[in-house]
């Protein structure tokens, strides 16, 4: 085993340690059958190879295939199909294995697996890997494959990575006609199935494989024929009348126990009222107190996440809840009582969302929708019902609370809720226990399910009984990286360069077309990089055509390549050829001036006496709707059994209703209550007046403000962050680097996006933000997006009188300014470059200008300016100059020198 090519897949994938322990045991098998790759072993070579690998892995029993195929079980939320990209990539890089097959169970996974295959994709399962860099994948679908085969002689190079539903080769022959895939294909000579079943180095990788053991599944896998079958589920064994068969061919199991410990899911939690008698009451009155209960956690959970997010300046995750109906007719009823007038004031109508098999047409469609989005913040749904549990392929993290109101043994109850929920919003457990907890209203449930969970055969402590995983749907979006024009121009393929979107904009004629002249310009570029540090020697780029500056970095371009790429070996003396290195530099060089702005990488610190405080500010409530409690909810942890309580014990009577805040302010060490007494009752005295906006009365308003008092006073500290503000006698610059490279953004658009012409007139002006445009001539990337068409016309406007432009991203400039979330980062709307000046511009609506914030970036933008310029001076650079533009002045009759005389 080279253990070096799997820790530095291990390392580029970042994979976690079951993975990595997966990719371990996947090299060891290999190294103990050396002909474990071999196309067409008989059966004496398989019995070897079972018996060689025995030995080593505890539970391999048999391969249960016609060919060598191993199971890795890895329970939900770890991460089983970025397992599946370090196979193929190790596979490939080390052993050269180049064709691979990755069947899904149903559609639903099978768009998921298209979604993570494909490049420049939110969850692509190849990032890092060099290699797929500059050529990915090619993934063949089971849609396209016809369209791709006559391709197939010019991919020899390549990877192949074929995607298919389980159903598009296991399908029976129906009226006389086999399935697509094994019908004569007139490009390749034979069907593309059994153009498959003939590659030499076929490896097949079986997604949720605990769905192919049927016989048709299992008879169409071995007419494959491939050299090894790698298999992954959460549910090693097959469902029989008996019970559960285990798999005998599982070389890792990794179960939901082990995941729990090691911190790779949401904890659950079982959650009932204190002294709860289920039996005292009707069963619509105990589904009333579920569901008012449910609602309860899920808004101390809502502004859990709510101050979690803005106190550690991570994504805002909006949770919902999950109820769990009966039939339809349950799910129905449900709708109409949770969005009346009688549940919490009909606060959540229009908020709930009903899916089952009972919608069609429009509605379907509708409801698919909602569903789909239910992880966007800006979406309303904040309780979804449902008769069954959600589709495998459903993939969410931010399920925080599940209401099952219909019958069920605590087994079920336990294992289909978990299924839905485990997975954790951030990729990791944060340390705050409502964050990473799943809560299971089950008042009528609670001991049984407690007593199950302490069973020794419980999922939760089970070694072997692993539950299934949820799998996303996609979301018909996709992300592309655009890279600087200056890459385009040069010849050198860009990371995204495989998208359509980019390969649009690909320059014409490139500088430089040869391999060897196209490394010795990624060397050249790697040189440039060098310099950014070294600010003495370059001040500037400009230094870098200096002749002793240009001698070093072909020097170094010699010595990075390799002696066949110096010099080029023809059949006879004549055909030979020597790389001209300096000419290559030159010209690389001459095109960096072109395509770039200097932007200095300044940083200021201050000096002297520092003062801090809070400034006043509208309480952000638009997440606070907390219930009053009439009685204490207990949630206890199935795996640790550890309790914790949402108490209706009500504490002293406090005089003013914002005491029952500010008492709890003052606690924090950052607040001191003489300095800040006045804007401390001002932000309660916010708090108070919303909670009088939903409750009923001032007793309801107190019991919230005394039982949640802990989780208001988290809420308002973190905003105040938000507003913090340090001021100093005085601020020095210190210019770290003469100039940076220009960062890569990453648009996320439709699938179906096409580039727009800069020059086109948009009707909609709402959808700009949705569009991707091009073909600009003076721009220093081949695609923008713009947030306004306001910034659309300055964009016409740069592109006729700017020598160059470019919106910049988050890091190019890394300013920040004091009003905002501890250190925000200010990122301007423009870079434009003059013959007279470098030019930082922010357009902004007039209604705007005066507001808090605008005005605190564009002092940081001008004084940022003004260091730039200072640094110019000695560096023989352009000055630098701030705008603040606003939105109604941008027309196409202006010129940019007017804009210049507006500040």
Same mark, same amino acid.
Not at 48 to 60: H, I, S
Not at 91 to 118: E, M, S
Not at 461 to 475: Q, V
Not at 654 to 666: C, G, P, Q, S
């Given at each position: ?526 040189? @440039? %990089?060098?310099?950014?540090? =070294?600010?003495? /020697? !370059?001040?500037? +780029?400009?230094?870098?055509?200096? $002749?002793? &500056? ?30 001209? @290195? %300096?000419?290559?530099?030159? =010209?690389?060089? /001459? !095109?960096?001036? +072109?395509?770039?702005?200097?932007? $200095?990488? &300044? ?30 909810? @207990? ?51 916010? @708090? ?216």
């Amino acid at each position: 085993m080279s253990q070096r090519e799997v820790n530095a897949i291990v390392g580029r994938l970042s994979l976690r340690p079951p993975q990595a322990n997966s990719l371990e045991k996947l090299a060891r098998a290999i190294e103990a059958s050396p002909d474990l790759l071999k196309h067409g072993r008989d059966a004496s070579e398989m019995a070897a190879a079972l018996a060689a690998m025995k030995g080593m892995f505890p539970t391999l029993q048999d391969f249960e295939r016609d060919f060598p195929s191993l199971c890795f079980a890895l329970a939900t939320g770890v991460g089983k199909t970025r397992l599946m990209g370090a196979f193929i990539a190790y596979l490939h890089q080390t052993y050269g294995v180049r064709n691979f097959f990755v069947l899904a169970p149903n559609l639903t996974i099978y768009d998921k697996l298209i979604g993570d295959f494909t490049p420049n994709t939110p969850k692509y399962v190849f990032k890092g890997v060099a290699e797929f860099v500059t050529a990915p994948p090619v993934v063949i679908t089971g849609d396209n494959y016809e369209e791709q085969a006559p391709q197939l002689q010019d991919l020899w190079s390549g990877v192949r990575i074929n995607i298919f539903n389980i159903a598009k080769i296991s399908s029976e022959v129906r009226g006389g006609k086999a399935p697509r895939i094994k019908r004569l294909s007139e490009y390749i000579g034979q069907s593309y199935f059994d153009y498959l079943a003939a590659l030499p180095d076929l490896v097949l990788l079986m997604d949720e494989s605990h769905r192919y053991r049927a016989t048709a599944g299992l008879r169409a896998i071995n007419e494959l024929q491939p050299v090894l079958g790698l298999e992954l589920t959460a549910t090693p064994f097959v469902e029989t009348t008996k019970g559960p068969v285990p798999f005998k061919n599982v070389v890792v199991d990794y179960p939901l126990a082990r995941a729990m410990e090691d911190g790779f899911v949401k904890e659950p939690a079982v959650v009932t009222q204190r002294n709860f008698d289920a039996r005292a009451m009707p069963p619509e009155e105990v589904e009333r107190v579920k569901l008012q209960d449910g609602v309860r956690v899920h808004e101390t959970t809502k502004v859990e996440l709510k101050t979690y997010s803005r106190s550690q300046e991570v994504k805002e995750v909006k949770p919902f809840m999950l109820v769990i109906a009966r039939d339809t007719t349950h799910a129905s009823s449900l709708l109409a009582y949770l969005q009346g007038d009688g549940f919490f004031s009909g606060r959540y109508r229009g908020k709930v969302i009903q899916v089952d098999s009972s919608k069609s047409g429009a509605e379907e469609e509708e409801m698919v929708r909602k569903l789909l989005a239910v992880e966007s913040v800006d979406e309303p749904t904040e309780i979804v019902i449902h008769v069954n549990m959600l589709k495998e392929g459903w993939d969410v993290t931010n399920l925080y609370t599940i209401v099952p109101l219909r019958a069920a043994n605590a087994r079920t109850l336990v294992e289909q809720s978990i299924g839905r929920g485990l997975r954790l919003p951030y990729g990791k457990r944060t340390g705050v226990e409502a964050v990473d907890r799943l809560n299971i209203i089950a008042h009528d449930r609670f001991q049984e399910i407690i007593d199950d969970a302490n069973r020794s055969d419980s999922p939760i402590r089970l070694k072997t009984l692993i539950l299934d995983a949820p799998d996303s749907s996609g979301t018909g979006m996709q992300s592309v990286t655009v890279t600087p024009s200056l890459l385009g121009d040069l010849g050198v393929n860009s990371p995204d360069a495989s998208n359509p979107l980019m390969r649009s904009m690909a320059p014409a004629a490139p500088l430089f077309t040869s391999e060897r002249e196209q490394a010795a310009v990624m060397a050249v570029m790697e040189a @440039v %990089a060098q310099y950014e540090t =070294r600010r003495d /020697e !370059a001040p500037t +780029r400009q230094a870098l055509l200096r $002749p002793d &500056i240009q001698a070093a970095i072909a020097q170094a371009v010699q010595e990075r390549l390799p002696p066949e790429q110096l010099d080029l070996v023809g059949d006879d003396t004549a055909a030979s050829t020597t790389l001209d @290195v %300096a000419d290559v530099v030159q =010209r690389t060089l /001459e !095109a960096v001036l +072109r395509k770039t702005i200097d932007i $200095p990488r &300044i940083v200021v610190v201050p000096q002297g006496e520092v003062s801090s405080g809070f400034r006043p500010f509208k309480v952000d409530v638009s997440g606070l709707h907390l219930q009053p409690k009439d009685r204490s909810l @207990v949630l206890q942890n199935l795996r640790t059994n550890q309790q914790s309580t949402l108490s209706a014990q009500q504490g002293p009577r406090e005089r003013r209703l914002e005491d029952y805040i500010v008492h709890k302010l003052i606690d924090f060490d950052d607040i001191d209550y003489n300095t800040h007494a006045e804007l401390l009752y001002d932000l309660a005295g916010q @708090v108070v007046e919303h909670l009088r906006s939903y409750l009923r009365d001032e007793d309801e308003v107190r019991n919230v403000l005394d039982l949640d008092r802990q989780l208001i006073a988290d809420n308002l500290h973190a905003q105040m962050a938000v507003h913090h503000y340090d001021a100093a006698q005085s601020y020095v610059a210190d210019v770290r680097r003469g100039f940076t490279a220009l960062k890569a953004p990453t648009f996320t658009v439709g699938s179906g996006e096409v580039v727009r012409n800069y020059r086109d007139t948009v009707d909609d002006s709402s959808r700009i933000k949705q569009m991707v445009f091009g073909h600009f001539s003076k721009c220093l990337y081949p695609l923008q997006k713009f947030d306004s068409g306001t910034e659309l016309r300055f964009a016409k406007i740069l592109e006729r009188d700017a020598e160059k432009w470019f919106k910049p991203v988050k890091g190019q400039f890394q300013i920040y300014y004091r009003d905002g979330a501890k250190h925000p980062e200010y990122i301007p709307d423009f870079v434009v470059e003059t013959e007279a000046a470098v030019l930082m511009v922010e357009t902004k609506a007039r209604n705007e200008l005066e507001a808090t914030d605008v005005k605190a970036k564009a002092e940081a933008g001008a004084t940022w300016c003004r260091h730039a310029s200072d640094h110019a001076k000695t560096a023989g650079g352009k000055p630098w100059k701030y705008l603040l533009v606003p939105h109604d002045v941008v027309t196409e009759d202006k010129r940019l020198v007017d804009f210049q005389t507006l500040t």
